[in-house]
C-alpha cells in the first residue's frame, strides 16, 4: 500500500510563498510514475476541491483559482510531487491533501496523505 507524507505547510503573509512536498513511500519509482499525483485542498464545511494535478506523462492540470500562481512538479525517480505556490492569497488557506491515483484493469488505486496545514494571514 503506498503510503503519502506530506511535508512544508506553514504559516505565510499574503503575497508570500510556499512549496509543498510530498513523498510517497512503499512503491518503486517505476510503479510511482504510474500514477496521477494531485494535490487538493480543504476549508471546514467545504468540499475537498482539486488545485493541481499530474499525469505520468507530465501533462498537468491546474484549478482555475490558482492558475498562474501554483505550479506542480513530480520526481518519478525520488517518488516525490510538490506543489510551488507563489502570490499566496488568505482564500488559499486550508489543508492541503497529496493524492495518488492508478486506473488497473481491474482494480482502481487511491490513496491520501494526511494533509498539511496552510494558512495564508498578515
Known amino acids: 500500500q503506498v503510503q503519502l507524507v506530506e511535508s512544508g505547510g506553514g504559516m505565510v503573509q499574503p503575497g508570500g510563498s510556499l512549496r509543498l512536498s510530498c513523498a510517497a513511500s512503499?512503491?518503486?519509482?517505476?510503479?510511482?510514475?504510474?500514477?496521477?499525483m494531485g494535490w487538493y485542498r480543504q476549508t471546514p464545511g467545504k468540499q475537498r476541491e482539486l488545485v493541481a494535478a499530474i499525469t505520468s506523462g507530465g501533462v498537468t492540470n491546474i484549478a482555475a483559482s490558482v492558475k498562474g500562481r501554483f505550479t506542480i512538479s513530480r520526481d518519478n525517480a525520488k517518488t516525490t510531487v510538490d506543489l510551488q505556490m507563489n502570490s499566496l492569497k488568505p482564500e488559499d488557506t486550508a489543508v492541503y491533501y497529496c493524492?495518488?491515483?492508478?486506473?488497473?484493469?481491474?482494480?482502481?488505486?487511491?490513496?491520501w496523505g494526511q494533509g498539511t496545514q496552510v494558512t495564508v494571514s498578515s
Open positions: 493524492h495518488a491515483l492508478r486506473i488497473g484493469i481491474m482494480n482502481n488505486y487511491d490513496y
Open positions: 512503499k512503491v518503486s519509482g517505476g510503479i510511482f510514475s504510474t500514477y496521477v
